[in-house]
């Protein structure tokens, strides 16, 4: 099955810091409005002539990045997939009380190290997580989009860890 990895749209976390939002708050964040210009252009790329499916992350920005889509190609069926979210710094969700924990968190994440005393996702559970959710598809589609995360996409297409993905990149997979 062909996969299109698509990364979320420019996230405006504005809101979010304004009202001191940490942890999983901060996946309320919505896309700025260039962001809706960024998802908008990216809607016009040809694979959206042939994905079957579009999967969506649960956060804000990635559904709004999805919404987007789909008001240029609105007869592709699309779904929200719990699975496709970003890497958690904090699996049990319940730790995590600021913006320099989680830069801790990040280093012993790109570092393979667990200074900071937290309980991270790695990149193997990424993939292991992500590849439940590609599992349930790979018989029913051909070619299929998910509008998902920097990291999820990392380790699905092998990238480096430092590589910059830009907003709305879009990445091929074989699955």
Not at 27 to 38: A, E, F, M, Y
Not at 76 to 94: A, F, M, N, S, Y
Request: charged content about 20%; some cysteine.
């Amino acid at each position: 099955m062909k996969v299109y990895l698509i990364r979320h749209s420019e996230t405006d976390f504005s809101q979010v810091d304004s009202h001191n939002y940490v942890g999983y708050g901060r996946d309320l964040s919505r896309i700025t409005p260039n962001g809706i210009k960024i998802a908008q252009n990216a809607a016009k790329n040809p694979i959206f002539n042939d994905i079957q499916l579009l999967l969506i992350s649960p956060y804000t920005r990635t559904m709004e990045t999805a919404l987007e889509i789909v008001k240029q190609h609105p007869t592709i069926p699309t779904q929200v997939e719990l699975l496709l979210h970003e890497w958690r710094p904090d699996k049990p969700g319940r730790k995590l009380e600021n913006y320099e924990q989680l830069k801790q968190i990040h280093n012993d994440y790109l570092n393979g190290t667990h200074l900071s005393g937290f309980d991270y996702e790695t990149g193997p559970e990424i993939i292991d997580r992500v590849s439940s959710v590609l599992d349930k598809y790979k018989d029913k589609y051909d070619c299929i989009g998910c509008v998902t995360h920097g990291q999820v996409i990392r380790w699905m297409t092998g990238m480096d860890m430092t590589s910059s993905i830009p907003y709305c990149g879009i990445y091929q997979i074989n699955y």
